[in-house]
């Protein structure tokens, strides 16, 4: 009888039953995460585009918000005070001209453009006149770290930049209310320190800090309207119609044009940024793995520069050839710093110094140490001396209690049998003052299991402290 071979098998139906459990639970993760990350449906698109075009104009309160805004940054900037800065970052209206960049060229809106770009000169000149003129009174006048760290782009500057204007364009587009300001503190974050590090540079005479910031400064602005261009396309916000059509045409080229053109430097800008920093993390990585792991290196100073792609590495004592040939080898193992120019100096005097120093500073170091040891020690016998007295009297105090506490012991089975009304019979010593002398007395405590009247109770309570007052031959004893 031959087998139906047709028929499926479990093994089929359990493949079959697996396979529609993972697409159903696939599907569930799908919706989840569509609900989850959904903003379309929550898009305001027209009131978004009237209030970015309300934030754009740069007078009255926002002009003055703006100076003293600047101000403050610059005032931190120049105490490398960050929380300073961060409060100024929480009052500048700084993004609007830049958001207005974006959004009007996503939407082919020339007229909001041309605004936009106006009140963006007029922002940036009003920032750096207010800035020039803080640095130019202020008595202080060096370089602090936080105004360096503006006069050149970064990554994480780029970064800001990108996720600030995202976060910014999605909290506009959103129907109601948004506090749209937890975005300006990101994007402030890369506009206005830059801003007043230009101020600085002009007032100071140092084109090269001013003019560091004020590429900072456009590459972030860039980036914030780029991120609003994006986000614009991507939710599809409606173009401006135009009633002629070859005005309609003109204008979209134009802004498809100045589109791309933004881009260029944009993604060069990123992209360069993304290589310095990287080059600067292998170099991080290559003093760390292979100098100042090794206990024979004595590394002195460093100079890195990565726009001549030179190292040069000064080494107290003599560097053997073999050492340097090593390293030179182990830099090539780094992918961003493989082929810059690595160049090794030792001193072999400067070496012996330093090896002399080092000893003076341990022999200085072990005297320090045997001292505070010396101590530590006193202070140990001095510690075993009391912990003996106080075993000694904890001794005596436990031979005087084993005698005391005996009797007592004793006394109170015989009291039991003597006066079988007691449940429980306590006895102590007490102080008592008359606050001009302190004494001790001694009171037992006795609790009755029945009550009786006041007089029986009197009766009872003086024959317990009598017979007690003679088996302990106590001068006076107390009832509580």
């Not at 009007?104 to 000169?121: E, F, H, K």
């Not at 505070?372 to 016998?381: C, F, P, R």
């Amino acid at each position: 009888m031959e087998e139906n071979t047709n028929q499926p098998s479990h093994q089929d139906e359990a493949s079959e039953s697996v396979k529609r459990d993972a697409k159903g639970l696939f599907a569930s993760i799908s919706k989840f995460l569509g609900e989850l990350l959904n903003i379309k449906s929550e898009t305001d698109k027209d009131q978004t585009i009237e209030d970015v075009k309300k934030d754009i104009p740069f007078k009255g309160h926002n002009a003055w918000i703006l100076i003293f805004s600047i101000f403050v940054a610059s005032i931190g900037l120049n105490v490398s005070s960050t929380a300073v800065v961060i409060g100024a970052m929480l009052i500048s209206p700084l993004m609007g001209p830049i958001v207005g960049v974006g959004l009007s060229i996503a939407i082919n809106d020339i007229d909001t453009l041309r605004r936009s770009l106006v009140n963006l000169g007029v922002m940036v000149g009003l920032s750096v006149l207010a800035a020039t003129l803080y640095f130019w009174v202020s008595p202080l006048t060096e370089l602090t770290p936080e105004l360096e760290a503006r006069t050149a782009p970064t990554i994480l500057d780029v970064l800001v930049a990108i996720f600030g204007g995202l976060a910014l364009i999605v909290a506009k587009s959103k129907k109601g209310t948004m506090p749209n300001a937890i975005a300006g503190v990101a994007i402030a974050t890369a506009l206005m320190p830059p801003l007043c590090t230009v101020g600085y540079g002009i007032a100071e005479g140092g084109p090269k800090y001013a003019l560091g910031a004020l590429y900072l400064f456009s590459i972030n602005a860039i980036f914030i309207a780029l991120a609003t261009f994006i986000v614009a396309k991507l939710l599809r916000f409606p173009m401006l119609r135009y009633a002629n059509s070859a005005k309609r045409r003109r204008t979209a080229q134009f802004a498809s044009l100045l589109a791309i053109l933004v881009m260029i430097p944009a993604s060069y800008t990123f992209y360069t940024t993304l290589l310095e920093s990287n080059a600067a993390h292998d170099y991080k990585l290559f003093l760390e793995n292979d100098i100042n792991s090794n206990e024979n290196l004595y590394l002195r100073k460093d100079f890195y520069n990565y726009n001549d792609k030179t190292i040069k590495l000064y080494f107290d004592g003599e560097m053997p050839e073999a050492v340097m040939s090593d390293l030179k080898n182990e830099i090539k193992k780094y992918d961003h710093i493989g082929d810059f120019e690595l160049t090794i100096n030792g001193n072999k005097a400067r070496g012996l110094d330093q090896v002399s120093k080092a000893y003076d500073r341990a022999i200085v170091e072990l005297d320090r140490i045997e001292k505070e040891n010396g101590k530590l020690l006193d202070q140990i016998e001095d510690l075993k001396i009391q912990i003996a007295g106080l075993e000694t009297s904890l001794n005596e105090a436990n031979k005087v209690a084993s005698v005391e506490i005996l009797p007592y012991f004793n006394i109170s089975k015989d009291a039991k049998i003597r006066f079988p009304d007691l449940e429980t019979l306590g006895y102590g010593e007490v102080l008592q003052s008359n606050f001009l002398k302190m004494d001790t007395i001694q009171v037992i405590f006795p609790k009755w299991k029945f009550q009786v009247s006041d007089s029986l109770n009197t009766v009872r309570t003086k024959a317990l402290r009598e017979w007690i007052t003679k088996e302990l031959k106590a001068d006076t004893l107390y009832v509580e």
